[in-house]
């Protein structure tokens, strides 16, 4: 039974710590899409048009967003890519 209560203890005592890691974690998940989500805006905006020339480049500028802030690429918003 004290090894019961012991455990019990530990854990109540380690939870305030994994939720804050996990906070933590997801705040900088959160922070991520932002910042890609601000380079798809900036792409579209300087690339408003959908021609073929203007995919490409709005993709290229996008792609160039991302690696800047060092974030995972997207696929392409180029229809039929």
Known sequence: ??????MFVLLLALTP???QGA?????GVMKNWKTGDNCA???QAAFPDF?????????????ECL?????APRE?????R
Do not use: C, H, Y
Not at 1 to 6: P, S
Not at 23 to 27: E, I
Not at 54 to 61: L, Q, S, T
């Open 67 to 71: 690696e800047a802030n060092r974030l």
């Open 76 to 80: 392409s918003l180029s229809p039929g």
């Open 17 to 19: 710590g994994l939720a």
């Open 1 to 6: 039974m004290k090894r019961v209560i012991l």
């Open 41 to 43: 805006k900036q792409a």
């Open 23 to 27: 906070t933590q974690q997801a705040t």
């Open 51 to 63: 021609t073929p020339e203007a995919n490409a480049k709005r993709d290229a500028k996008l792609k």
